[in-house]
């Protein structure tokens, strides 16, 4: 079967399956490219069913481009806490006020302008220009990666600079092909679609393009997943040189995994008075902005809590008490964090600080943080945006001071 003719008949296939078996999820229910495109930046290293609820309470709390251009930082990193990977968010503000000053604030519809924007790359103005205004725009994330070696058998590498190219030429010739292929065969639309258009008195219009780069995903998402591959149920499995071939485990061929690092990490939820000593990240950091408990890599699960206390605040604890212990995994680090509950009573202290220890064994300052911290009670500290893992504290140390423990 020549490529023209393969890519026809995976376009027809793909079509029919996306309008009979795609997820009717809420992001699918609008043509507001300001909602698809904060859906497309929450989705970015973030599962389906966690950015559900992120995404509706951010259109309910600021409903347009010119919301979010406006908002305060505090309030973005709130609506924005614990989706992880806070650099988005404050793109997506930069944007917001990029299409403001540029464009009137009226979302872009030319790919150019759309790629020019903070914190959209190829693959998010894909997106955003096929699934919003219908155009032939490509899109290759690492569902479409897996659907597409598979289909074409591509064992290479997709990272390596050809063998992406080739990827995207691709998709390119799918999705232009989608558009060049007849509109209105039936059944053409989702039920969720046709749903959408009666309650907003919309004609119905193209939307191949729109929908081929979103059946992609759905069908890497759903059917070619990474294990326990659906291909007895797939819609293109005739078409898949993978299934053929009895390949399907062996690709994509993402090389080597890098090995996982353990990091630890000692916090201390300091306490007086029943407030909280809590602290800034801050800009150029690693989830800047968010709040935080003061803390510090240690060398080792073993480290005194005792001198890591002394290293960060400059004095002795009265007494430190174990009070959860979070693990959780960013990129290739293993992280442990040990939380340690310090009552200061009448004792007097010394705010956070990074200055260099000297002659602390084990512990050294996890980076160059230099805010000064400030106290807070549970009350005030929910209003505040922490990380996922310092949130757990925060949550301890609200119980802490109901248990009295
Ligand atoms: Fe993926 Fe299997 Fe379908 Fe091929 S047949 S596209 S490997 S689900």
Not at 117 to 134: E, M
Not at 300 to 328: E, M, N
Not at 392 to 397: T, V
Request: hydrophobic share 40%; proline share 6%.
């Amino acid at each position: 079967m020549n490529s023209k003719s393969k890519n026809a008949k995976l376009v027809a296939a793909l079509l029919r399956w996306f309008a009979a078996h795609a997820r009717d999820l809420p992001w699918r229910r609008t043509r507001d490219p300001y909602a698809i495109w904060v859906s497309e930046i929450m989705l970015q290293q973030t599962q389906v069913k966690t950015v559900i609820p992120f995404w509706n309470r951010w259109l309910q709390t600021l409903p347009s481009i010119a919301a979010t251009a406006n908002a305060s930082p505090d309030q973005l990193h709130k609506l924005w806490e614990g989706l992880g990977y806070y650099t988005r968010v404050r793109n997506l503000q930069k944007a917001a006020q990029v299409v403001m000053a540029k464009h009137g604030g009226k979302f872009p519809e030319n790919f150019t302008d759309i790629l020019a924007l903070p914190g959209i790359g190829r693959y998010t103005a894909g997106a955003i220009s096929s699934i919003a205004f219908n155009q032939p725009t490509p899109i290759l994330d690492g569902n479409v990666i897996r659907v597409l070696t598979r289909l074409f058998g591509i064992s290479e590498n997709p990272k390596a600079k050809t063998t992406n190219a080739q990827l995207w030429q691709l998709a390119e010739d799918l999705v232009k092909d989608a558009n060049s292929s007849r509109w209105g065969e039936r059944p053409r639309e989702p039920k969720f679609e046709r749903q959408r258009r009666t309650a907003a008195r919309e004609d119905a219009r193209p939307t191949n393009c729109s929908f081929l780069n979103q059946s992609l995903m759905e069908l890497g998402a759903l059917v070619c997943t990474p294990r326990n591959t659906q291909c007895p149920i797939c819609p293109v499995k005739n078409l898949c040189v993978a299934f053929a071939e009895n390949r399907v485990d062996e690709l994509p061929n993402l090389g080597k995994r890098e090995t996982a690092t353990a990091r630890h990490f000692m916090a201390f939820v300091v306490e007086r008075d029943g407030k909280f000593l809590i602290r800034q990240r801050p800009a150029g950091a690693v989830n800047a902005h968010l709040w935080e408990f003061p803390n510090a890599e240690t060398t080792g699960a073993k480290a005194d809590a005792k001198k890591i206390f002394k290293a960060i605040f400059g004095s002795a604890p009265p007494a430190v008490h174990p009070l959860v212990t979070v693990k959780h995994s960013i990129t290739r680090y293993r992280i442990t964090l040990e939380a340690f509950l310090v009552r200061l009573g009448g004792t007097s202290y010394t705010s956070p600080h990074s200055k260099k220890q000297s002659g602390t064994r084990g512990a050294h300052p996890s980076e160059s943080i230099s805010t000064t911290g400030i106290w807070k009670t549970p009350a005030q500290m929910s209003l505040l945006a922490f990380t996922a893992a310092h949130k757990k504290l925060a949550s301890a140390a609200a119980k802490s001071i109901l248990s009295g423990g």
